[in-house]
């Protein structure tokens, strides 16, 4: 698991109505990993990671929440 994305979600500002730069975070870390993304008319990023055909998982949460959710799941250890 890339903990420096964690930690880079969980440090961006993303305070409602102003969340670019966690939306810029995943459209980085999307082109890095070569993924499609696509956008919907409500401002949402949507990024395919896996083609394959076996069961899906999605992953959603608001953006100004990240850094809430990314800190709660956190070892309270230092890396």
């Given at each position: 698991?890339?903990?420096?994305?964690?930690?880079?979600?969980?440090e961006?500002?993303?305070?409602?109505?102003?969340?670019?730069?966690?939306?810029?975070?995943?459209?980085?870390?999307?082109?890095?990993?070569?993924?499609?993304?696509?956008?919907?008319?409500?401002g949402?990023?949507?990024?395919?990671?896996?083609?394959?055909?076996?069961?899906?998982?999605?992953?959603?949460?608001?953006?100004?929440?990240?850094?809430?959710?990314?800190?709660?799941?956190?070892?309270?250890?230092?890396?």
């Open positions: 698991m890339d903990l420096s994305l964690l930690k880079a979600l969980s961006a500002d993303a305070i409602a109505s102003s969340e670019q730069e966690v939306r810029q975070i995943l459209l980085e870390e999307a082109d890095r990993l070569q993924k499609e993304v696509r956008f919907d008319g409500l949402s990023v949507l990024i395919r990671l896996n083609e394959s055909t076996g069961p899906k998982v999605m992953i959603c949460a608001q953006y100004g929440r990240s850094g809430i959710y990314g800190a709660q799941h956190l070892p309270r250890r230092r890396y």
